[in-house]
């Protein structure tokens, strides 16, 4: 079985730049969150989708940051423009349901580097 | 707000040697979940308990969950090499929305 694939695996870009990440989950899982690790922190959630619907973006910088999971399947993060405060890892993962009493699956993670 | 906090933040031994990672929140859990992240890599889940008291072991690894649910633990016998990497709890948030609330880790290295 295949596991939540994301990509680009690692971007370098300029500040004030675009950038989007995209994110594949395991087939069937109904939920797809994005997650922001900083060095040396724990995963961050910054928005949580129960198939399309965005049920929990409320630590979301809505000014710069965007998602969307349109047909509820592989998802896109994007950063316009992009801060040097934003240089971190972008973790996806998903799970079957939507409680918390289950395991997360992650993908291998984003690393953005904003120079 | 809620929080989850973790110590240490590093631990070094040497390998054989035992290793403890401990986890306190803030306010009361309804279960609490263990993950690995190697250098490089990305979280993986390890395990999760549910019941206050509760035990659980896998292979050289026993997890605790404390009475009050509250806290958490994660020991690991004679350390080998592979457990390089850093070790995170999570619980449930308590304002809902059915969201996770990581600590910051403890990193373990073993020299060999």
Known sequence: EAGVVQSPRYKIIEKKQPVAFWCNPISGHNTLYWYLQNLGQGPELLIRYENEEAVDDSQLPKDRFSAERLKGVDSTLKIQPAELGDSAVYLCASSPGTSVHGELFFGEGSRLTVL | ?112
Request: aromatic share 12%; glycine share 10%.
């Open chain 2, 1 to 112: 707000g809620q929080q989850v906090m973790q110590i240490p933040q590093y631990q070094h031994v040497q390998e054989g040697e035992d290793f403890t990672t401990y986890c306190n929140s803030s306010t009361t859990l309804s279960n609490i979940q263990w993950y690995k992240q190697r250098p490089g890599g990305h979280p993986v889940f390890l395990i999760q308990l549910v019941k206050s008291g509760e035990v659980k072991k896998q292979k050289r690894l026993t997890f605790q969950f404390g009475e009050a649910k509250k806290n958490s633990s994660l020991h690991i016998t004679a350390t080998q090499t592979t457990d390089v990497g850093t070790y995170f709890c999570a619980g449930p948030w308590s304002g809902g929305y059915n969201k996770l609330i990581f600590g910051a880790g403890t990193r373990l290295a073993v020299h060999p």
